[in-house]
């Protein structure tokens, strides 16, 4: 009998194939097949051999190509077919990625899998804009929270859990809800002039990233007509973003041009 067959959950970073890990980018260009998500970059995707057999499964909100519970299905089915099946997800698998959701899927059907670390868009988002999530004297630790809630329910944040000033909080699929979300943090004792920033399609050719304050948040996003895939960062550490830019995709463009 040859090996069992394998799942591989893996995380493909936010958008440049140069995050990868080095482990995803083996794994993609050996696979059977990949099933992979609306987040994966084009430039990832190509990496994927024309032999490689390619499942999308991608989702915007409100509308699925497949449910949760079909890509589970679809999963388990592809592992009883292939012998080495790469599940390809934006960011971490395991962060707001229902990566757990597919292992726990897996794993109760008796199917072996593994699970391959990205960088997720807190990370890699806030380091092309030039802010440190951490910084001695500005923020002592860091959360990580949703904006979007299950099937589009009122999204209720915790007060209690967002008020401590002293840790950055990155807020992921905040657009849909922002206007709540501020009111909210204000609420819960986060100042209205606290330093704000959005970042739109981190880490590609077209990243934007605006600075603000979180009061202001809201009206700008709507005004510069920032589109998912956004993140929102919050905290006295945006305010090192204009020092510390150094990701300039539009000057890298034109120094290519110009060559
Ligand atoms: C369903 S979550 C997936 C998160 C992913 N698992 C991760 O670890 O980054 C999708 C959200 O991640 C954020 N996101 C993912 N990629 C991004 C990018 N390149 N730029 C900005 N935000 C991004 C956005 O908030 C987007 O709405």
């Known amino acids: 009998m040859g090996k069992p067959a394998k799942i591989y959950l893996v995380g493909a970073g936010p958008g440049d194939p140069d995050l990868l890990t080095v482990k995803a980018q083996r794994l993609i260009q050996t696979a059977d097949t990949v099933v992979y998500d609306r987040l994966v970059s084009r430039e990832i995707l190509n990496l994927i051999p024309d032999s490689v057999s390619r499942v999308y499964v991608g989702k915007v909100t409100n509308r699925h190509t497949l449910s949760q519970q079909e890509i589970n299905a679809l999963l388990v089915k592809l592992a009883r077919k292939h012998q080495r099946v790469v599940r390809l997800k934006g960011g971490d698998p395991f962060i707001f990625g229902r990566g757990g959701e597919e292992a726990l899927a897996l794993a109760r059907n008796g199917i072996l899998f593994e699970v391959v670390p990205g ?62 979300i501020v009111c909210d943090l204000v609420d819960a004792g986060r100042s209205a002039d606290t330093p704000a920033a959005v970042i739109e399609r981190g880490t590609t050719p077209r990243q934007r990233h605006i600075v603000t304050t979180l009061g202001e948040l809201p009206q700008v996003v709507e005004q510069q007509t920032i589109l998912s895939p956004a993140i929102l960062i919050i905290g006295p550490v945006v305010t090192l973003a204009e020092e510390l830019e150094w990701f300039m995709p539009w000057a890298q463009e034109v120094e290519l041009k110009y060559a």
Do not use: W
């Open 119 to 180: 960088i997720t868009a807190a990370q890699a988002c806030a380091a092309y804009a030039g802010i440190p999530l951490t910084h001695r004297g500005l923020a002592r630790g860091v959360q990580f929270v949703t904006g979007h809630c299950k099937d589009n329910e009122a999204l209720v944040l915790d007060p209690a859990a967002l008020s401590d000033t002293g840790q950055t909080l990155v807020i992921y699929m905040g657009l849909a809800h922002l206007p709540q």
